[in-house]
């Protein structure tokens, strides 16, 4: 079995009639229940807009070493701000990442996102941030369609989701280290939308495969679905383990992760007759502390 990773138009999903709404709907639907990647055009965001952010994402991470530990996640809190080199372990199995990363999480219950001391930063962040939630919801009305409830099924369960934009750095890769970009996980919210500035390296493993490369596709996102989705579905989606290899020269990327309204109720979506729930109703919150704990520890949770 071959798993290609479909390249899908969503722009039916935001001005498609009714049958063209459903025709992506169910391509969306058919990935997500083999591999749930996916790359997507007609997403409605220019090269232009894509160049000013990684061009701000640079500006960020060549600032004085000071400067970022200002914002330091270790001193923010609550999955917000500045993760250094080697801290953060997806793959507890290996070495740390060699990846460095600065988290925007303005809906995060408790605290406040830190900003870099930088003209014009926040205002591109956050509008970037209300583009990749327009995104997000209009691939939620596929996910919802797909899935067999109303359309609108997850607008009252994203009114101020849970999400993180987070810069990535991936600095050149050192001939002695085996430590990988970033190391073997699958994601933990509902959906993440990703732009590469142009150097490959990420890679799937789709079930019952080996490692296959995820190629840059010029004007797209990569979207994937995370562990969060395929609770809510009941296993009807799957998410799929992913990796970052060590970049062949320095690499920039910027994720969106979506996760549902902190007091969202996770209920997994039963439709078909005799099917039982998998999982238990949970928060979108406490399912989201639950994972985040897993990957920092307690340390860079203040209550
Ligand atoms: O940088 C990338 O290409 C992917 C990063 C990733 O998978 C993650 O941060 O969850
Ligand atoms: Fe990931």
Redesign the pocket.
Known sequence: MTHDIPVIDIAPLRQGNGAERKAVASAIGRVCRETGFFYITGHGVSPDTIAKLFEASHTFFTQPAAAKEAVAMSRVGRNRGYVGLGVER?DTTSLPDR?EAFNISPNQPGGQDAWPALPGWQDLMMAYFAICLDIGAALHRGFARDLGVDEDFFVDKFRHPMATL?L?R?PPAQQASTAP??GA?T?YGNV?I?A?NGVS??QVRPRGSDWTDAPLIPGTF?CNIGDCLMRWSNDVYVSTP???LRPAGE?Y?I?F?LDPDADALVEPIVTRSGEHAHYPPVTGHDYLQERLQATYGHKNQRH
Do not use: C, E, M, P
């Open positions: 997806l990846k987070r990535l991936y970009g970033a996980h994601d993440t990703l590469v390296g990420l990569i992913h990796r970052v690499r990327s994720a992760f």
